[in-house]
């Protein structure tokens, strides 16, 4: 399965950049970037303004998984 809060946060640490930055950057407070980050799931709105913030589609990490199922 996978869990979509830790691969942004692998990105973040890749592209140097701190959850309060991105929490800054989607208009929300620290706290809810760390909670998101813990999550396995993420709502696709969110993930949609996330993949644009760090411009990478975060919806292709679903790719592998679902052909699993195939």
């Known amino acids: 399965m996978v869990h979509i809060g830790k ?3 692998e990105k973040l640490v890749k592209e140097s ?3 309060a930055w991105l929490a800054r950057q989607m208009g929300h407070h620290r706290s809810y970037v760390h909670r998101l980050l ?3 799931t993420v709502d696709t ?3 949609e303004i996330i993949s644009n913030i ?3 589609n975060f919806f292709t990490c679903y790719n592998s998984s679902i052909e699993e199922y195939l």
């Open 38 to 40: 813990k999550k396995p």
């Open 45 to 47: 709105g969110d993930l």
């Open 17 to 19: 950049r701190t959850p």
């Open 7 to 9: 691969i942004i946060e």
């Open 54 to 56: 760090l411009k990478f």
